[in-house]
């Protein structure tokens, strides 16, 4: 690998303060899933771990060839899908077996990470990059912030109808809309390929 431009740095500058913060969700959302027993806050978790992963391979993907960028989106696509499913299993064993979601902690986590993947979609969309892997990252921060708004509005149902369903349903469509994005990636890295 050559010497990184000042663009590149400015890439790994941002994936790498993306990656802390994400890994930081990962944390804080998965404690708070399971203090709430929330599928939708899980869901949150496990997608914010996937999305840490993600972040790193295309931080390590900066200033390298196009096909470790493509490699990078590519993997990034399938962990999507891989945790879509994960998330499914799981909301189908709270449906099947119960589950008693705590509305006020699921709205409560639901705001701060909205406001952090924010901050982490404003950063990526400073950096002006059109190149695969930093599209990867785009949607990966966009779905994320989407699944927020949803786990608050879960959050509310769950407090006011006294049922766990909202959560479960949230939970689930946080699942599909991660494996929309990871075929979307997918198909981006195919597109890129065929460019190339």
Same mark, same amino acid.
């Given at each position: 690998?050559?010497?990184?431009?000042?663009?590149?740095?400015?890439?790994? +500058?941002?994936?790498?303060?993306?990656?802390?913060?994400?890994?930081?969700?990962?944390?804080?959302?998965?404690?708070?899933?399971?203090?709430?027993?929330?599928?939708?806050?899980?869901?949150?978790?496990?997608?914010?771990?996937?999305?840490?992963?993600?972040?790193?391979?295309?931080?390590?993907?900066?200033?390298?060839?196009?096909?470790?960028?493509?490699?990078?989106?590519?993997?990034?696509?399938?962990?999507?899908?891989?945790?879509?499913?994960?998330?499914?299993?799981?909301?189908? +064993?709270?449906?099947?077996?119960?589950?008693?979601?705590?509305?006020?902690?699921?709205?409560?986590?639901?705001?701060?990470?909205?406001?952090?993947?924010?901050?982490?979609?404003?950063?990526?969309?400073?950096?002006?990059?059109?190149?695969?892997?930093?599209?990867?990252?785009?949607?990966?921060?966009?779905?994320?912030?989407?699944?927020?708004?949803?786990?608050?509005?879960?959050?509310?149902?769950?407090?006011?109808?006294?049922?766990?369903?909202?959560?479960?349903?949230?939970?689930?469509?946080?699942?599909?809309?991660?494996?929309?994005?990871?075929?979307?990636?997918?198909?981006?890295?195919?597109?890129?390929?065929?460019?190339?």
């Amino acid at each position: 690998m050559t010497s990184l431009s000042k663009d590149d740095q400015a890439q790994r +500058r941002t994936l790498l303060i993306v990656l802390v913060l994400n890994a930081l969700l990962f944390v804080g959302l998965g404690i708070g899933g399971l203090v709430a027993d929330s599928s939708a806050l899980i869901a949150n978790a496990a997608d914010n771990a996937s999305d840490s992963v993600v972040y790193l391979l295309s931080f390590l993907a900066v200033g390298r060839a196009v096909h470790w960028k493509r490699r990078a989106a590519r993997t990034s696509g399938i962990l999507l899908l891989l945790f879509a499913v994960g998330v499914l299993v799981d909301t189908g +064993r709270r449906w099947l077996f119960g589950a008693e979601p705590f509305g006020p902690t699921m709205m409560a986590m639901a705001v701060v990470a909205a406001v952090i993947n924010l901050i982490c979609l404003v950063l990526i969309q400073r950096a002006q990059s059109d190149e695969v892997h930093m599209r990867a990252a785009e949607t990966f921060s966009f779905n994320d912030f989407a699944s927020n708004g949803g786990i608050l509005i879960a959050g509310g149902l769950v407090m006011w109808l006294h049922q766990p369903w909202p959560d479960l349903v949230v939970g689930a469509i946080v699942a599909l809309i991660a494996a929309k994005g990871g075929l979307e990636i997918l198909e981006d890295a195919k597109a890129t390929s065929e460019e190339t």
